[in-house]
């Protein structure tokens, strides 16, 4: 499997927990705040559907920024065609270099506090 497919079994399986839990919070949120002992209980289909349509947007969200993800990995940046060489260098020559020399501004250690 490449990783397109990998990823898409992983989002569909973090929507549809996601769905679940959003129906469980919100019907057991709808079931402590009205309803009281001896009424019916009321229908769990738009808990279901609101889980539902959450668990949807949910993976929309995921599925969307891995497109996005793999489009910038198409892309080559700028920095990652220099050589090796040149990118921590300094390249004008006339300023100091920030990097500190090997030694300079590091003071011993001993075992005195």
Do not use: C
């Not at 009281?36 to 959450?54: D, E």
């Amino acid at each position: 499997m490449d990783e397109k497919d990998q990823r898409l079994i992983e989002y569909s399986v973090e929507a549809v927990i996601i769905a679940w839990l959003v129906y469980l919070f919100l019907y057991q949120n709808f079931l402590l705040h009205t309803w009281h002992r001896g009424l019916p209980l009321p229908p769990k289909l738009p808990f279901a559907v609101f889980g539902i349509i959450a668990g949807a947007l949910f993976f929309w969200y995921e599925w969307r920024r891995f497109e996005k993800e793999l489009e910038r990995k198409g892309e080559v940046p700028l920095k990652s065609i220099l050589p090796v060489a040149l990118k921590g260098e300094n390249t004008n020559p006339g300023e100091p270099s920030e990097e500190k020399q090997e030694g300079e501004g590091v003071e011993p250690v001993t075992g005195k506090s």
